[in-house]
């Protein structure tokens, strides 16, 4: 990654380590940092893929940020790929929860969605955001 980004989705999930899992294998992301607690539960730990990158964390460190994250539910995260088609059969592959299949969108993009573990939605697509600002 060249240039770090200036925005960072930031999760939390009950397995943390299943997620870095799924995220690496099955979508295609980096691991870029992990740093665990005594315990082994993932206190931070940095993904990234292209010039992005996702925060995640373990769910009950009892940190500001999982505590104010409680009550919160699933996020939805978009994420710019030049090949959906490929992209996705990795995501099959591995088993993802394709929500959406592959489809060609009125406004240019092909996407589909899928559910991660924990219910999170991760968009994956030909749009990318502000490219034509």
């Not at 539910?73 to 790929?81: E, L, M, Q, T």
């Not at 489809?103 to 991660?116: A, E, L, P, V």
Request: with cysteine; glycine share 12%.
């Amino acid at each position: 990654m060249a240039e770090a980004p200036d925005i960072c989705p930031t999760l939390v999930y009950a397995d943390a380590k299943a997620a870095i899992k799924q995220l690496t294998e099955a979508f295609g992301f980096t691991e870029h940092a992990v740093y665990e607690g005594e315990d082994g539960r993932v206190v931070h730990a940095e993904l990234s893929y292209g010039n992005g990158m996702v925060m995640l964390g373990s769910k009950g460190t009892g940190s500001p940020f999982d505590k104010l994250m409680e009550a919160g539910g699933p996020a939805g995260v978009f994420i710019h790929v030049d090949d959906v088609d490929a992209h996705h059969a990795r995501a099959v592959e591995h088993g993802v929860e394709v929500v959406t299949p592959p489809t060609d969108q009125d406004y240019g993009s092909r996407d589909y969605m899928t559910r991660d573990l924990e219910g999170n939605v991760w968009s994956f697509g030909t749009y990318r955001p502000g490219a034509e600002c």
